[in-house]
């Protein structure tokens, strides 16, 4: 294949989370009451995924839309510093960027207000033909959530095909507990569900009857098992790995940093093993700091940690590094 001018296109929502704890529940009739903290992060799946693949090296076009306000910015730069192309995100100022104010409470509860904004305007125009030329692989995150973009995905999918792209999708939770994709499965090479949306993506009870089912439909899957580790599946093998021990602080963003470290290997040549130790690694990275998009490891971090704790894959996933 000739070479592309980039590894990876996305193309997703860029929000903001307002992280607000402490026990307090608000109170109306102009009542200020004083929290613990409140910490403004990057939110949006696509977007944590775009930039842990970045920070893993990969070159990453995203394609979104945002306000001409401070929270846009503050997307933009958050998407630049982690080294994500984000020169052809549309800026519209008739729109306020999306946000969600997630009041945290001790006891692990939280309740959650959102302004979808743009995040309600991301579709398929924002992408440009040429694109697919350019690019070597089209990831899919979250279909569920954006109701605008989901009912072009299988075009897209079909159209990166049809490029030579390969295609990866984490579908995340479907809010509707629908789990309805239909026409999307047979344009995927890898599909990286967690468990609990494996089972509902194929409506069975057991993790090997759900895993059977869908690689009927799907050549690899990585499933994440949050604690439990890891799971990979390609035809008759299949591949468990554990998670790497570390100090966790935050869990947002796990799963899609996962995402980009497996795909960071994957992209690079690596076996599905190789994939799932890589993914494992970033995805404990992240979780050593609050915020999805802090933590996220280049290779050199990742690498130290798998020779920490795994140094049988060590060489191997060095070898892979270009
Ligand atoms: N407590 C933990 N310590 C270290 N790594 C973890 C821990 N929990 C999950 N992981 C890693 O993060 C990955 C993704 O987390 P998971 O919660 O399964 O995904 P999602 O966020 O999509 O639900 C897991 O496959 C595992 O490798
Ligand atoms: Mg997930």
Redesign the pocket.
Known sequence: MTRRAYDLLVVGELNVDILVKGDVEPVFGQVEKLVDSLQVTGGGSAAIFAAGAARMGLRVLFASVVGDDLFGRLMLDLMRDAGVDVSHVVVDPELATGSTIHLLRDDGDRAMLTDLGSIAHVSHDLVDADWYNDVRHLHVASPFLLERLAPSLPEMMRLANRAGMTVSMDT?WDPAEEWALPGFYEHLDVLLP?ENELLALAGKTSLEAAIDAMLEQVPVLAV????E??LGAQGQARIETS????D?QD?TG??DT?DAGFLAAWLAGGTLHQSLVL??AC??LT?TQVGGFNGQPGWDEALALVESQTPEHAPGLRSLVR
């Open positions: 995340n967690n994440k098992r949050g604690a580790g890891a998670i790497f021990n570390v966790v869990t796990a799963g996962f993914g494992s995805a404990a979780m």
